[in-house]
């Protein structure tokens, strides 16, 4: 059974029911009816045009509409088109899709076949993170049991429409999570971001026309197809429909997952849903979105978690990973954390990015030490700058962003270690 706090909507609906997890038991919930009414009544076309109207945006990190990248895919092409499923979470402070899968593999399995439908995709890869072992386990039974129920394989539930999934299990890295790097990966590369253009749905995995989605995005795709568009943005925003999972971690009373409308507002995620902080202690700041996307402080968490709101305030909602830091975090030590891990996730290809993530790791830990300088946190912020949107992909900017944030609302945390030539925050975590 589930064994995190969460709260249910349509994605996460049937997530405390062990049946759920098997094919039965998902098609006694009206399992695989959405596809069967995509493939017998709707025109691929048709499929592409509802999934724009719906306004779903991949809930990947970059919010792009799920439509209208679909409808990327070329329809004059005599190759073969693949789908891929990024399942690669590496985010600190993401765990929805590991949970998705545990709890609703089928639901994402039909997901990719309503876009395979509309995309004409052949076969569709599921890239999934290295370390989730019993998640892999568990999608790779679904597969099976999708093969032997018809629902994939050479003629789909007897339509004559074809379509394959394959479980690729990915090695660990954080860049993989890229979109690119994922299909270097996938191809047996190192994995390392690719120039775009070609974008992948010219030039995708081994070449070919490529549509890369994740699994919640999948996820989404049966529910508005069976209840229509008007349904599916009765939740959220006008600009950001829908239900999405966010994963509280942190200083919180009740760490886990919550399914909420976008737009519901990030001091309600904290203080209703997880619970607040415990122990009495008060909010000092919160990451919205993972550890990639810049903090906000404890004054600017009456913000609705939606792209366009939190864009106002410096910061994305990202993957919805929520993490809360209570007032005895040091956020110098935050900074560590984070530089370290991108220092080390880094995949070398960029100069800004490979020295960037370096420096600021360096500078960072001499704050920390208590051996800064006056000038260090101006050169932080400097490094910073000189990485953001100058690289390949954006694992610069989300290894600049989440500085640039700490120091925007936590420069006295910084200035007080120069200062005073140690930690004043003698309860925070330790190192």
Known sequence: MLTVPY???????????????????????GGYQAVRKAITQMAPADVIEMLKDSGLQGRGGAGFSTGMKWSFMPTDTDKPKYLVCNADESEPGSFKDRILIERGAHQMLEGILIAAWATGAAKTFVYIRGEYAQPAVILQKAIDEAYAKGYLGDNVMGSGFAHDVVMQRGAGAYICGEETGLLESLEGKKGQPRKKPPFPAQYGAFGMPTTVNNVETFSHVPHIVNKGVEWFRGFGTEKSPGTTIFGVSGHVERPGLYELPLGTRLDEIVFEHAGGVPNGRKVKGVIPGGMSMPILPAGMLDV?????????????????????????????????????????????????????????EKIVGRIERGAGA???????????????????????????????????????????HVREKKCPFPESFEL
């Open 7 to 29: 709260t249910t909507q349509y994605l996460s609906e049937h997530f405390g029911d062990d049946d759920f997890v098997t094919l039965e038991g998902y098609e006694r919930k």
């Open 304 to 360: 609705p978690m939606a792209n366009e709101s939190l864009r106002e305030r410096k910061t994305m909602l990202g993957t919805g990973g929520v993490m809360v830091m209570d007032d005895t975090t040091c956020m110098v030590r935050v900074a560590c954390v984070i530089t370290y891990f991108f220092r080390d996730e880094s995949c070398g290809q960029c100069t800004q990015c490979r020295e960037g993530t370096g420096w600021m």
């Open 374 to 416: 006056e000038d260090d946190i101006e050169i932080l912020l400097d490094v910073a700058g000189k990485m953001e949107g100058q690289t390949i992909c954006a694992f610069a900017d989300a290894a600049a962003w989440p500085v640039q944030g700490l120091l925007r609302h936590f420069r006295d945390d910084f200035e007080a």
